[in-house]
């Protein structure tokens, strides 16, 4: 029997190791952009642009949707400082301008802890936020799912697990941090877990 293909539209390697784990029990056969011939275009490097995680996100599903024709899910997702006023928030990425070539994650994780350089623990407080858009077909409604997580930031990097801001994100969940933190752990308490299970739960009610 053939499954029903849903493209996940993110070329980041540590959003599609986790997401592949969430989707793992619904009878679909999970595809990424390059599986489909969607290779990285200048469009695509344009297209985050709104101010919220969730206008992101529908944009990148409408791109990849109409682009391939499959049922497509786009996730836009970031950490929010509140007391830099929600920064780096849908700017999580881009945080710090590096050239190409130098590690973003490593770059992005110094400036943060630039600008909470002598902050005490109750201005270190941090949130991650995940939103995750399905569109199933051209001009279908977009379904949106959220998830996400508190914990703050540590004044130096903590352990090597996960990706991008994990080693700095103490989870209020785990009592450590996320790059201490072993997958599983992660996937149980993340924005990313509580977004893509409850996306999980509509898909398998609303099958393909
Ligand atoms: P985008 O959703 O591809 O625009 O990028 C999200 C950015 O937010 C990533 O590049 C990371 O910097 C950060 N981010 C989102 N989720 C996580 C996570 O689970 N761990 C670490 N960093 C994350």
Known sequence: MTLPKLLIATR????????????????VEIVFPDDVGIYESPQELKLETESTFEGNARAKAEFFQKRSRLPTVAEDSGIE????????GVRSRRFAMVQPGQDEAEANNRELLRRLAGAPPDRRGARYRSVAVF?????????????SCQGRITTEPQGTGGFGYDPLFH???????????????????SHRGRAFRALAKWLAENPL
């Open 12 to 27: 980041n390697p540590g959003k599609r190791r986790e997401i592949q784990q969430f989707l793992d029990d619904l009878s």
């Open 81 to 88: 400082v509140l007391s830099l006023g929600g920064a780096p």
């Open 135 to 147: 569109i199933k077909k051209l001009d279908a409604l977009p379904h949106v799912f959220e998830g």
């Open 171 to 189: 989870s209020n969940d785990l009592e450590k941090t996320f790059g201490q933190a072993n997958p599983e752990e992660k996937n149980a308490v």
